[in-house]
């Protein structure tokens, strides 16, 4: 958590081709020359190791901010609105044809790259660059709050793991409001889009999952259970040898609301992503599986935190109760339910180490949506309130399905901010009066680095044979 993006990428462009602007001259040029620096940044992110990713966002977010007010600016243009106080003119020449190869868009081969596809609108290039934004500030959550899940280091300090926490809230919320923007501006479009990456349920899917996961950042700042787990799996962790850990009262009930909301946004991305269609118009399996988890996720938490109000009360019956709602709506069986030898028990340990050694390389770790980190606190839960129970109150366990049919409403805690789109400065404009001092020709390219990557192995190969496949006097493999 949060969800894995991956960055689309885009080929050449020059807005020289199809667009003039009367007032500024020099805005076209400016345009495609930075453009041409984001395409660029895309592709240098794509081939970079995963582990070398996350320190290049803030080079990648840094350019598309640089190049969206030159983007806004043209298509301000088109319609003669002024932009800083100055009236832009821009003329359509010729129809505009761009390329960007989505990321979230089903693959119709598994295995295969997903090809491009061709916008011919200004709007839609907008729409991927923005969408990029979003993208990134999730991304820059994830790479902030990896730390706190790895067991291979020196555990956090409090005032450290609460900032990582702010910080990448702080970037959820960024991106929620990025993706609401892009919703709320494809209100008024009557063309279709050209895949699903861009379509307006796809941006409030993505605008709500944001704000699922940063509500759910609200309630791990201050949920030392998840600490609690992780520090017990860490080899090199002392604490243990001269204290037991702390865990402070919590405000259970208040974070079971929030997690009940956290789980109401989910289910309306979910729904989103669901209605996306079939075909070109349908959104990748890991993206839908993801966001379901995240609905799953939510609500087990809740039911934790219901369980720990009960407990906190003295009724370790339906604290029980709870957990095992919890496991359930994880899909989860209880140890409690059945003991001995279990394939699903077999499965569910081989996946908790899978996951932790993704999360030690820092590649694709958190896809389940925070299932397994939670499924570990309730089964460390079950456990101690079980022995409890058996030993001392031996109180009856209430059975899921009463307490599931008492569980209230959510509790909204943030509120999405109206995204405030860049826009060029007055000076920047006036130094675009000038005419340009060289042709735009920055991107002419015969070949795409992005194409040749995607063809460098063939599929079948052996590793370290892909040389013999190709012909000397082609390009192509044989």
């Not at 076209?28 to 020359?33: D, H, I, R, V």
């Not at 030993?391 to 008492?406: C, F, N, R, Y």
């Amino acid at each position: 958590m949060p969800f894995p993006f991956t960055l689309p990428t885009t080929s050449s462009f020059s807005f020289s081709s199809s667009f003039t602007c009367e007032s500024h001259p020099s805005l076209t040029l400016n345009a495609s020359t930075h453009r041409g620096v984001v395409k660029d940044s895309l592709k240098k992110h794509k081939r970079l190791p995963a582990v070398s990713q996350g320190p290049n966002l803030p080079s990648v977010l840094a350019n598309l901010n640089t190049y969206l007010p030159y983007l806004l600016a043209i298509d301000a243009g088109l319609s003669n609105k002024t932009v800083s106080g100055e009236e832009v003119s821009v003329v359509l020449t010729s129809t505009p044809t761009l390329e960007w190869r989505p990321t979230l868009s089903d693959h119709g081969i598994p295995g295969k790259e997903i090809a491009r596809v061709k916008i011919q609108s200004l709007e839609y290039e907008l729409f991927f660059a923005l969408s990029i934004v979003g993208y990134t500030h999730t991304l820059l959550a994830r790479s902030t709050l990896h730390p706190l899940y790895v067991t291979s280091g020196v555990p956090l300090s409090t005032q450290a793991r609460t900032t990582a926490i702010t910080t990448a809230t702080k970037h959820l919320l960024d991106a929620a409001s990025v993706h609401d923007y892009l919703a709320r501006r494809a209100e008024g479009l009557a063309t279709i889009p050209p895949c699903a990456d861009i379509t307006q349920s796809t941006a409030r899917a993505m605008s709500s999952l944001a704000l699922a996961e940063a509500t759910l950042l609200a309630v791990l700042k201050d949920d030392p259970y998840p600490a609690v787990v992780a520090q017990d799996r860490n080899e090199n962790d002392r604490e243990w040898m001269y204290k037991a850990p702390e865990i402070p009262k919590v405000r259970a009930h208040l974070f079971a609301r929030l997690c009940l909301a956290a789980a109401d946004h989910a289910a309306q991305a979910s729904s989103l992503c669901q209605s996306a269609g079939k075909g070109p118009s349908k959104l990748n399996e890991g993206l839908l599986r993801y966001v379901e988890d995240l609905r799953k996720t939510s609500r087990a938490k809740a039911c934790r935190f219901f369980g720990i109000d009960a407990e906190l009360s003295g009724q370790t019956g339906n604290a029980l109760g709870w957990l095992r709602c919890g496991l359930q709506e994880l899909g989860i069986e209880s140890k409690e339910s059945k003991k001995g030898l279990s394939l699903s028990r077999m499965k569910k340990d081989w996946t908790e180490r899978r996951e932790d050694k993704k999360v030690e390389r820092g590649t694709n770790w958190g896809a389940d949506a925070g299932k397994l980190e939670e499924t570990r606190v309730i089964e460390m839960l079950e456990a101690k309130w079980t022995k409890i129970n058996d030993t001392m109150l031996t109180q009856t366990v209430t059975p899921p399905g009463t307490l599931l049919a008492s569980l209230p409403s959510g509790r909204d805690l943030h509120t999405i901010k109206p995204y405030q789109a860049p826009e060029l400065s007055r000076e920047l404009l006036e130094a675009m009066r000038t005419p340009p001092d060289r042709p735009d020709d920055y991107e002419n390219e015969q070949w795409s680095s992005d194409e040749q990557t995607a063809v460098d192995v063939p599929v079948g190969a052996f590793p370290g044979t892909q040389g013999e496949y190709q012909s000397g006097s082609t390009r192509s493999y044989y």
